[in-house]
């Protein structure tokens, strides 16, 4: 079923936001995560800017993580379905390596239905990553994981960027605001971890060791 969570470029973007978080080369936070929606974006780029991230930047930093959340409106019958868009960049070498597992999840409000998700990425070889499902609630929101980290041949590869796209749906038009929550969990420590997952919406993880988080957030119409 991933024929549906695939982007199409006819269907109506209804709202759209992009979240930052900075990192040393120890991959530990820089500063305090910065987020601009649409507009702020584009007036950005507009002053002449090549990323809006450069610009917001602290003075010291070595990479940062881009998240970025977008709605796009599906009119296909028989119910409504708004295409979740989640997609996530890290500019370099999250941080050291490790065996650790970084996970993504996406929530929303309303107990609008799930009909389709899915998660993929890349190393920076071009090789896929190994995201899987990992956690969800049923009507409010769902995650992936994979490892951050790959050996192959005498060589290391990290996590470069990646998509979690889901599709929900309701049987018809409420024309109610909902709010959708994009989160990114960015680990260091090979524990196992688990996301969960509430109707406000939002979305935590457990343990919380060693653990960074960035949220894209932005509400749309149903």
């Not at 269907?11 to 530990?28: A, E, M, P, W």
């Not at 649409?38 to 090549?50: D, K, N, P, Q």
Request: hydrophobic letters at 35%; proline letters at 6%.
């Amino acid at each position: 079923m991933q024929g549906r969570v695939i982007a199409d470029a006819s269907k109506r973007v209804v709202s759209y936001t992009r979240s930052y978080l900075y990192f040393d080369r120890s991959g530990n936070p820089v500063g305090a995560p910065v987020s601009m929606d649409a507009s702020e974006i584009l007036a950005t780029y507009e002053r002449g800017s090549a990323s809006p991230g450069s610009v917001l930047a602290p003075d010291v930093y070595y990479n940062y993580l881009t998240l970025t959340v977008s709605v796009a409106y599906d009119t296909d019958p028989p119910h409504y379905y708004w295409d979740i868009t989640g997609s996530w960049d890290w500019s370099a070498p999250p941080d050291p390596y490790n065996t650790s597992e970084d996970s993504i999840g996406v929530a929303w409000a309303n107990g609008l239905s799930l009909f389709d998700d899915y998660g993929y990425g890349y190393f920076n070889n071009g090789s896929l990553m190994g995201w899987y499902p990992s956690d969800g609630a049923a009507n409010v929101g769902t995650g992936w994981s994979a490892r951050e980290w790959k050996q192959c041949c005498s060589s290391t590869y990290f996590a470069n960027w990646g998509y979690l796209l889901a599709t929900i749906y309701w049987p018809s038009k409420r024309y109610q605001p909902t709010d959708v929550v994009l989160k990114y969990f960015h680990t260091k420590t090979s524990l196992s971890y688990s996301l969960s997952f509430s109707a406000s919406p939002s979305i935590s993880i457990t343990p919380t060791t060693d653990v960074w988080s960035l949220v894209a957030r932005t509400t749309f119409t149903d």
